[in-house]
């Protein structure tokens, strides 16, 4: 008696992506930090013992003194030697030790705030210059009566002729909207609808056959598969394939041949 099978289950791709992340092995609820549990197994309860290395002893060591330090000075005096004594400066550096000149217009103790001339007090300006000094003066913008505060609204400028025109009928065929094309579809929704008879559809053995993915048997079976045999060396191109591997005469550019020095 043969037996009777099912249809295939169909495979939902939406369900296994919908699947959550399996937890891992060893996962424990409510954890509260990574650090609580200390994978330091402890040999000893003595502390640990630090052994320098000879770098950081030699860094460990106290900056040494000068050759020439003396401990216990007698005198912070230093001697001069006779030669030092008896030299005598150059111009330059006579230049060098003098002091910095003051300004010529500096007065010792002078006050603070600046001291203004008389007769500047008593200047007075010309014509040219109150014009100058006059600020700028800026127009207004034009509002809206009562409404004092919205600067943004602007009194209307249109004449009256204009609000009480009539439109053309050219302006009233351009003031139409655009319609949309005789083969627009509004927007596809998020789910698609298969067709119940694609659903139900099955696969030809050709079909099946370009779907599986192509085998590299030759590769397993003999791993040296592209290997250039020695005839394949050694052979040699006919003349029509000598004759197609010629370059065209118009892209040849003869070399400039340079001639050598006497």
Request: hydrophobic share 30%; aromatic share 4%.
């Amino acid at each position: 008696m043969a037996t009777v099978l099912g249809p295939p289950k169909r495979y939902n791709r939406i369900a296994e992506l919908a699947r959550p992340k399996p937890l891992p092995a060893g996962h424990i609820e409510d954890k509260r930090s990574v650090y609580s549990e200390s994978k330091i197994v402890k040999k000893s309860l003595e502390p640990t013992k630090f052994i320098l290395t000879p770098r950081l002893d030699q860094l460990c060591q106290p900056k040494p003194y000068h050759s020439n330090f003396a401990q216990d000075r007698p005198t912070p005096i230093w001697e001069v030697s006779p030669g030092a004594r008896t030299a005598s400066a150059s111009t330059a550096l006579e230049n060098l030790s003098k002091p910095k000149s003051i300004h010529k217009d500096w007065v010792e103790g002078g006050p603070v705030q600046t001291v203004v001339k008389t007769g500047a007090l008593k200047a007075v300006s010309s014509e040219r210059l109150g014009q100058l000094s006059v600020p700028k003066k800026g127009c207004s913008l034009p509002i809206r009566e009562g409404t004092c505060w919205d600067y943004s609204e602007w009194t209307s400028e249109i004449s009256p002729a204009a609000l009480k025109a009539a439109p053309s009928p050219r302006v009233e065929a351009l003031a139409q909207m655009k319609e949309t094309h005789s083969s627009y579809q509004p927007p596809c929704p998020v789910q698609s609808i298969v067709n119940p008879k694609t659903l139900k559809a099955k696969a030809s053995s050709h079909i099946g056959q370009l779907a599986r993915p192509k085998d590299r048997k030759e590769l397993e079976e003999n791993p040296n598969v592209w290997k250039v045999s020695s005839g394949a060396k050694n052979a040699q191109a006919s003349q029509r394939v000598s004759d197609l591997s010629v370059p065209l005469a118009r892209k040849v550019r003869a070399k400039k041949v340079t001639a050598a020095p006497s």
